[in-house]
């Protein structure tokens, strides 16, 4: 039995998703039963609750073989991370009552800083919570995921794919989310290790290829268009990060443009992606079709 954080999502469903093709027994922590009740149907077994009670998350946690855990996205932070400093206590509070055999994280490229990477910020501190666990742990540090770019299937009809990555041939760390959970599963279900790994997964790509390739799905020329830094703020309020609260976003894309967002951190071990950009753009457009 595995426990897996965030089903719902595209990481934790990618996660249960292969657990579940290889047979294996899969639990959730879910808040709302009905928004999962697809996994119910494939036999996950559903627990109430969330990451926000450790009490919940320690009775999902017993009796499982492994778990993977992850922090809710949040575009808009507390200036002091409160939100993601509270999901952490849980998570070490659960994982110190009920010690699973292994445990595997979520986290970034860039985590192994502790400041000016912008949202990332939260999961450096994740990284930090959980090394007091005396073990096995592994945190995979996974690139910017393809599935960010989605909303090219939409606005770059015109030929245009507007990005923060500048200049746009730059090449910094990305992945897709199946890769990531592909990644997870094995940890899980693989040979078991001491102690802490840090596996860094994705593939160096930029934005060109990204938008050449997003061009190929629609039939058409895409070129990447890197929208202007004094821009930034009013297009991340386009995207629906309140006014005002845009600045971790900007700092981490300041970050990935400083092109310290690449693979090889000493310490490290490196799994590339195999999906492509342009195969989570046609699983999309064949998904809206279908």
Known sequence: MYLVMGITGKVGGATARHL?????????????????????????????????????????????????????????????????????????????????????????????????????????????????????????????????????LQVARGGTLPVFYNPTNQKSTMVASDDIGAEVATLLTGPTWSGHRVIELGSMVSADEVASQLGEVLTLDVKAFAVPRAGWAETFEQFGVPKGHTGPAEEMFDAVNEGWMALGVPGTELVAGTTSARDVFAAAQNAVKS
């Open 20 to 152: 579940v093709k290889q047979g294996k027994q899969v639990r959730a922590l879910v808040r709302d039963r009905e928004k999962a009740a697809k996994w119910a149907d494939q036999g996950v077994e559903l627990v109430d609750g969330d990451w926000n009670d450790a009490t919940a998350i320690a009775t999902a946690l017993k009796g499982v073989d492994g778990a993977f855990v992850m922090l809710p996205s949040v575009w808009a932070p507390s200036p002091d991370y409160k939100e993601a400093k509270g999901v952490i206590a849980n998570y070490v509070e659960a994982l110190t009552r009920v010690v699973p055999p292994r445990v595997v994280a979520l986290s970034s490229m860039g985590a192994n800083r502790t400041s000016g990477m912008g949202m990332i910020t939260a999961l450096s501190l994740l990284e930090q919570g959980l090394r007091s666990l005396p073990y096995p742990v592994a945190f995979v540090r996974a690139g910017g995921f393809f599935e960010n770019f989605l909303y090219g």
